[in-house]
């Protein structure tokens, strides 16, 4: 099946500063990617759409403005959490479909350790 | 507004003998409903969709309308489905964002 890494899996940096986590299609093109997030002992909760050379769309409750997606190429996806805070702490995942309605691939997902 | 609910977070069987993952969902148009499967140290994957109507490891989901429910089931239940699974939804007719239900971690017992 297609793959999909995200890179770092995991990372742990001080309060204010600003952490980016990549998201690859390695053997596909994906139009969209999706950002989730999940909590511990929780469920997955879509964050944003990514949709290639556009804005991203983002869920209601999710700052648009804290956490910046861009999808730059049809297999390149980041999310960057600004200003990162002990309460953004969790585990991030992203997604990507060859095709829109086909089978999405996930990512294995980063863990964001705020201190 | 789209909801999954899966009211069971721990679900215990024996080798051998049926398993029900329940889900139900609540939508006002017509969803697609997945269920995507994690085992231990692995990313998601999809196991089953509601369109494919196909049985994947022996498990099989049936989209019930009038009970707006997907459980999953597998009549002899093996070790190596322990794992965790998650019900998902998604609306507008071939759209790929999903939302999911928390999840049903379902222990096998040999």
């Known amino acids: 099946g297609a793959v999909v890494s995200q890179h770092p899996s995991r990372v742990i940096c001080k309060s204010g500063t600003s952490v980016k986590i990549e998201c690859r299609s390695l053997?596909?093109?994906?139009?969209?990617m999706f950002w989730y997030r999940q909590f511990p002992k929780q469920s997955l909760m879509l964050m944003a759409t990514?949709?290639?050379?556009?804005?991203?769309?983002?869920e209601q409750g999710v700052e648009k403005d804290k956490f910046l997606i861009n999808h730059a190429s049809l297999t390149l996806s980041t999310l960057t959490v600004t200003s990162a805070h002990p309460e953004d702490s969790s585990f991030y995942i992203c997604s990507a479909t060859p095709f829109h309605g086909g089978e999405l691939f996930f990512g294995e997902g980063s863990r964001l350790t705020v201190l | 507004a789209q909801r999954v609910t899966q009211p069971e977070k721990l679900l215990s069987v024996f080798k051998g003998a049926p398993v029900e993952l329940k889900c139900n969902y609540s939508y006002s148009g017509s969803p697609e409903l997945f269920w995507y499967v994690q085992y231990s140290r692995q990313r998601l994957q999809l196991l089953l969709r509601h369109i494919s109507r196909e049985s994947i490891k022996g498990f099989t989901a049936d989209l019930n309308k009038g009970e707006t429910s997907f459980h999953l089931k597998k009549p002899f239940a093996q070790e190596e489905d322990s794992a965790m699974y998650y019900c998902a939804l998604s609306g507008q007719g071939g759209a790929n964002n999903l939302f999911f239900g928390t999840g049903t971690r379902l222990t096998v017992i040999p």
């Open positions: 053997d596909f093109q994906a139009t969209t």
């Open positions: 990514s949709n290639e050379g556009s804005k991203a769309t983002y």
